[in-house]
């Protein structure tokens, strides 16, 4: 049985409780009062049944009330005036019933009204975060681009105006557009993937994947950007073998992004670590850093597609702040678990993955 029916079959029992304790109040109040107005006296369970639960639980409260008098008052009127006052409670029952159910209808309607407007109203609000959020991201994107583009248009403009008499120059502004092309695809391939994530567009490709392997291999990637920062990068790994099941290409691009997010978020003099190990049954990876730390209410929040103002800011190092949502997402389709924690700020991260484990190929 549903809530809401659940609720009319109560009214309807607070209806014949209603008759019957206003039948008990007026047997012992009878005892001490002279003519009391017994019919006056169960009108007010069929009013109230009605203010509560409408016009059915009211009627039935009537017809109760129109026996309960009948019991009361039968040895004391004949079969006629029992009859006619009987009538006249049904028909004054009847009619405060239809009143009573105009009121409880309109209140209902009120009650409803309130609700929708302040539906609309919380709609309205997460519309207008949103519309917010995909601003400032627009924005970010378009601030992040420019910065890659601007030094591939520059050492264009060197080539052409003196890479004919500067060999040197030319291996310089060709490294120099092949290092940033890379990262202007970089971001448009993260903006792809949450896109088809968000949409469960995202195809996975399953395998044994060793996963000590795919950690040391990102890790030695992510090292000349650490070093780069003045940062010590350490790294643990267990003695045995760690394999899991899933898209090698996704799970690696999950420990990019946790590593440039460590590395991005901790200042010059810090430390990252990656520890690896194998607990009930699932493969734990931690990457911790003693960088600017996470508020408690940042902790969920980083993980939402667009941030905005809740993504922790990093002094001098942009970027579009989809990463985490990206790799949250490839972790939860993959089975398994992206969680992360602080002591608050200042005082460093840590982001937790788990996914399950799977049995060494004997």
């Known amino acids: 049985m549903t809530l809401p029916a659940l609720h009319r079959a109560w009214t309807y029992v607070l209806a014949c409780t209603a008759v019957a304790v206003a039948a008990g109040l007026i047997t012992l109040v009878q005892e001490v009062v002279e003519n009391l107005p017994v019919d006056l006296v169960l009108l007010f369970p069929v009013l109230a049944s009605g203010l509560s639960g409408g016009a059915g639980p009211a009627c039935v409260a009537t017809i109760l009330a129109v026996l309960a008098y009948g019991l009361l008052e039968g040895a004391h009127l004949s079969e006629s005036q029992l009859v006619m006052r009987g009538a006249f409670l049904a028909g004054q029952g009847f009619c405060l019933a239809m009143l ?14 309130a609700i929708d407007r302040q539906r609309i109203e919380t709609l309205e609000t997460a519309l207008r975060e949103a519309g917010q959020q995909k601003d400032e991201f627009l924005s970010v994107l378009a601030h992040h681009l420019r910065n890659h583009l601007t030094p591939i248009l520059t050492a264009a ?22 290092r940033q092309a890379r990262q202007v695809n970089r971001t448009i391939t993260d903006v792809l993937d949450l896109s088809r994530l968000l949409r469960k567009e995202l195809q996975l490709r399953d395998e044994v994947v060793d ?18 920062h003045k940062q010590a990068l350490g790294l643990e790994l267990p003695a045995g073998t760690l394999r899991v099941v899933g898209d090698r290409s996704r799970l690696r691009q999950v420990m990019e992004n946790l590593l440039s997010n460590a590395v991005k978020f901790t200042p010059a003099q810090g430390q990252v670590s990656v520890a690896a190990c194998l607990e009930a049954g699932e493969a734990v990876i931690r990457v911790r850093d003693t960088g600017i730390g996470l508020e408690p209410f940042q902790i ?15 002094p001098d190092r942009a970027g579009l702040g989809i990463g985490l949502a990206l790799s949250r997402g490839l972790v939860d389709i993959q089975h398994g678990s992206l969680i992360a924690h602080s002591q608050g700020p200042g005082k460093g991260s840590e982001f937790e993955l788990r996914i399950p484990a799977c049995n060494p190929e004997p």
Do not use: M, Y
């Not at 009573?100 to 009204?113: C, G, K, L, N, P």
């Open 211 to 228: 996963l000590k392997a795919l950690i040391q291999e990102a890790v030695e990637d992510c090292r000349p950007l650490a070093e780069n």
């Open 157 to 178: 403009e060197l080539l052409k105006e003196q890479g004919g008499r500067e060999p040197g120059l030319v291996e310089w502004a060709g490294s120099t557009i092949e």
């Open 300 to 314: 969920e929040r980083i993980f939402a597609p667009f941030p905005g103002r809740h993504r922790p800011k990093p």
């Open 100 to 113: 009573s159910d105009a009121v409880h209808v309109s209140r209902t309607q009120s009650r409803q009204t």
